[in-house]
């Protein structure tokens, strides 16, 4: 069972500058909740409760005013500061003291997913043992992406960066599940040209001992990459139309903590006079009535 998670809310969200000059990018609003919360929130949909968040260096105090400590939600959350961005693998080296022996998740604090049978998929993936397994979606444009082909027991036999000629439909996006060797196989990475430890080069270590496995973010669900201003917007306008129409709140972690039985009623009412008079503490408010 893995029981520690990972958000890599670093980097310099150049894409979308001059938004992210002044603001970490997953600081800023998708539709009406800070980005950070939808990766936190698909960590505690997989009943993952101790959750250590890597950010840029002086960018620590943003961040604890919006997540303070996780108590608040019945979870522990650490967080490490990262002085330059080294390859996404880094962050099980920057991690190796808060992973100590046990299995882990890492997701990309721009990774958007959205689906009727993701919390079950992920409470499976959470349940990982040995290996690694990732979720992948089908995509129109494979050729700008990671991309994985599959056997038909999901077992993932060819992994590829951007493909030139197509051999595969599915992306890799950017939640991961791995077991405690990773953080030797981090250790082992060589920086690729661009002078970076790339997640492709790690995933290829376990496909290499046949035991990289993937799941599928299915038909009627949704995996959105929110790194470009086009993206991000797409994102905010998915979130605005699916809660205006069904009267839910996607990512609201207050819920999904009161749903897992990780607080209680008192707890809502103290995250509803953190946030103030707002709609998400409209939405809290409604939930303990």
């Given at each position: ?6 958000i ?12 992210t ?17 939808y ?21 620590l ?35 190796e ?8 998740a890492?997701i ?31 995509v ?34 950017g ?35 046949k035991?990289?496995?993937?799941d ?46 990780w ?27």
């Amino acid at each position: 069972m893995i029981k520690k998670g990972i958000i890599l809310a670093g980097g310099m969200g150049t894409r979308m500058s001059p938004l992210t000059k002044a603001v970490n990018k997953q600081l800023l609003p998708i539709y009406d909740k800070p980005l950070i919360y939808y990766p936190l929130s698909l960590l505690m949909l997989s009943k993952i409760k101790n959750i250590l968040i890597i950010v840029n260096k002086g960018q620590l105090n943003q961040f604890r005013k919006i997540i303070p400590n996780g108590n608040n939600l019945g979870i522990k959350i650490t967080y490490k500061e990262q002085d330059k961005p080294r390859g996404l693998p880094d962050a099980f080296i920057l991690g190796e003291k808060f992973i100590e022996k046990d299995n882990v998740a890492l997701i990309l604090g721009d990774n958007f997913f959205y689906g009727q049978n993701l919390q079950s998929m992920l409470l499976k993936c959470s349940k990982l043992k040995n290996g690694a397994r990732i979720l992948i979606h089908p995509v129109s444009n494979p050729e700008l992406y990671g991309v994985a082909k599959l056997n038909n027991k999901n077992r993932i036999i060819l992994l590829k960066e951007k493909p030139k000629k197509f051999i595969s439909k599915f992306a890799v996006t950017g939640f991961y599940f791995f077991d405690n060797k990773v953080i030797n196989y981090a250790k082992k990475l060589k920086p690729s040209k661009r002078n970076e430890l790339e997640i492709i080069d790690l995933l290829k270590k376990y496909k290499n001992s046949k035991n990289l496995y993937a799941d599928y973010v299915g038909r009627g669900g949704a995996w959105l990459d929110t790194g470009s201003i086009d993206d991000f917007y797409k994102a905010s306008s998915f979130v605005s139309a699916i809660e205006s129409r069904q009267g839910l709140k996607i990512a609201c972690l207050e819920e999904i903590a009161l749903n897992n039985k990780w607080i209680s009623k008192k707890e809502i009412l103290n995250s509803i006079k953190f946030y103030g008079k707002c709609e998400y503490s409209n939405y809290l408010n409604k939930l303990i009535k």
